[in-house]
């Protein structure tokens, strides 16, 4: 799939969630990402956000930066000993 291609669909991915509160939309651009795209175009759409990203909304730049920085886990909440 060519990069015109990703950033057309990557913006509307955007578009779509730009209503969304930020974190909200953040978290759904990165799920469909994960979800729906295969690993050939998240491989090609890493390489473009490593050559600058021309043309992406900013909104999904950040959401793929953060994609791409891995799993922002929750620390574990401390388990509460039996009385």
């Known amino acids: 799939m060519d990069v015109a291609t990703l950033v057309r669909?990557?913006?509307?991915?955007?578009a779509f969630f730009a209503a969304y509160p930020k974190s909200?939309?953040?978290?759904?651009i990165s799920s469909h990402i994960h979800n729906l795209w295969d690993?050939?175009?998240?491989n090609?759409?890493?390489a473009h956000l490593d050559a600058?990203?021309?043309?992406l909304s900013p909104l999904f730049i950040e959401a793929a930066k953060q994609y791409y920085?891995?799993?922002?886990?929750?620390?574990a909440a401390p388990v509460a000993k039996a009385s």
């Open 9 to 14: 669909m990557a913006n509307q991915i955007a």
């Open 24 to 28: 909200e939309a953040l978290d759904g």
């Open 39 to 42: 690993p050939r175009m998240r």
């Open 44 to 46: 090609a759409l890493k």
């Open 52 to 55: 600058g990203g021309e043309g």
């Open 69 to 75: 920085a891995g799993p922002r886990g929750k620390a």
